[in-house]
């Protein structure tokens, strides 16, 4: 596991959105961001699910959250724009994002991956990403200390058979990581990173090894020493990396 004990008060007076807050990984994060003192946007597609953690933050008594329901598979260029409008009136500020929401589509060969599939894929995964961080970047470069994190995977590192799409957007999030990063080089008061989990106890885990047994494998809460330390400011200096969290 990624060895890092982040201060109580890390995120103190930091707003932090983060996508597919909902469930698994997301949910994990906004809850460790909120506790560490961080003002935390939950952005996701099911209402309940992230009316669910917002009740979980109030009742710890963390910073009161806020909820953004968008279904990043059709949300357009428009949704974000008025998205980046609605935080800058709101919050003023943008500190960090989490782009973490991702679907896995099909475990099938390309010879017979179906297209249609694989561009709900692109778009959840790849797409909504660059159209969120294009229309957020402004935002995030009226801040001191801002972090924008990309979410991985192994098999976005080495192609392996039957992971499709999925394989192929996690490679292309590694790169749109890189580019971005590259671009902002020049600006010390913002970084870009990616994170590969590893193999963590969800439901998107469950179902790509459903004969796996779940236990084997850590929670979502376990893994988040490197989420902490790349939203935090002790992440400074790193710039471009692509970091395990296990
Ligand atoms: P889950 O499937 O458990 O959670 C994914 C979250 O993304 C859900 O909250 C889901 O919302 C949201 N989401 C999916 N589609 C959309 C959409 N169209 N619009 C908005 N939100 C959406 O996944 P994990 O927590 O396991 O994965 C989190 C990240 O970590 C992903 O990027 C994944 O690729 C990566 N990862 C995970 C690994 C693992 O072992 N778990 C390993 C390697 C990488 P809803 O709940 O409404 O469906």
Redesign the pocket.
């Known amino acids: 596991m990624f060895d890092y004990q982040a201060p109580e008060n890390l995120l103190q007076n930091k707003n932090i959105l983060v996508?597919?807050?909902?469930?698994?990984?997301?949910?994990a994060a906004a809850l460790s961001y909120a506790s560490h003192g961080a003002t935390v946007i939950l952005?996701?597609?099911?209402e309940e699910?992230l009316d669910a953690v917002y009740d979980q933050i109030e009742a710890e008594g963390y910073p009161q959250p806020a909820t953004i329901t968008?279904?990043?598979?059709?949300?357009n260029e428009t949704d974000f724009d008025n998205l980046a409008a609605t935080l800058e009136q709101e919050f003023g500020q943008l500190d960090g994002i989490l782009?973490?929401?991702?679907?896995?589509g099909l475990r099938t060969p390309l010879e017979s991956y179906d297209p249609t599939v694989w561009k709900k894929v692109m778009q959840?995964?790849v797409n909504?990403a660059f159209m969120l961080t294009q229309a957020l970047l402004s935002l995030t470069e009226t801040s001191k200390d801002a972090s924008v994190i990309f979410?991985?995977?192994?098999v976005g590192r080495v192609g392996k058979a039957f992971w499709g799409a999925?394989a192929v957007s996690?490679f292309a999030t590694e790169g749109m990581m890189q580019v971005l990063a590259d671009e902002l080089e020049h600006n010390p008061d913002i970084r870009i990173n990616c994170i590969?989990?590893?193999?963590?106890?969800?439901?998107?885990?469950a179902?790509?090894y459903p004969a796996e047994n779940p236990m084997d494998?850590p929670a979502?809460e376990e893994i988040m020493p490197l989420y902490l330390y790349l939203m935090g400011h002790d992440s400074r200096a790193i710039n471009g990396k692509s970091l395990n969290a296990q």
């Open positions: 996508t597919g807050a909902g469930e698994g990984i997301g949910r952005l996701g597609r099911t699910k968008l279904n990043l598979e059709t949300a782009h973490n929401a991702s679907i896995i959840v995964n909504s979410t991985s995977s192994s999925y996690k590969n989990p590893g193999a963590t106890r969800t439901n998107m885990r179902s790509a494998n979502p």
